[in-house]
């Protein structure tokens, strides 16, 4: 596997968000371009998958980026944000990112 393919999901995946253990409840803090970290992965991924390798997926799945950070930012979501766009586009995101792989 590629190190620097490792590195860049890493990073991706860093910057997506994290929780803030500073406040006491602990609450799942999205990056500054958590948007962007979600439509970068799924290109990786989508440049990976084409030449039948999974490389990317692999990446991912050391980073437990579903279980740490997809559950967590869909979990966020209260009854009554339907209508905020950014929410929608991060959520879609979020359940489309892994898709992409038998296009």
């Known amino acids: 596997m590629y190190q620097s393919l490792r590195d860049s999901v890493t990073g991706l995946v860093s910057a997506l ?10 609450p ?4 500054d371009d958590a948007l962007g970290c979600l439509k ?3 290109k990786w991924i989508k440049f990976f998958g084409s030449s039948g390798k999974l490389d990317a997926l692999r ?3 050391e980073t437990n980026l ?25 959520a ?8 992409t792989v038998g296009d």
């Open 17 to 26: 968000g994290g929780i803030d253990y500073s406040n006491p409840s602990r």
């Open 28 to 31: 799942y803090v999205l990056g």
């Open 40 to 42: 970068d992965l799924k």
């Open 59 to 61: 990446c991912i799945a």
């Open 66 to 90: 579903v279980s740490l950070d997809i559950c967590e930012i869909l979990g966020s979501f209260k009854q009554g944000q339907e209508d905020d766009k950014f929410k929608f586009r991060l």
């Open 92 to 99: 879609l995101n979020c359940c489309t990112s892994f898709l």
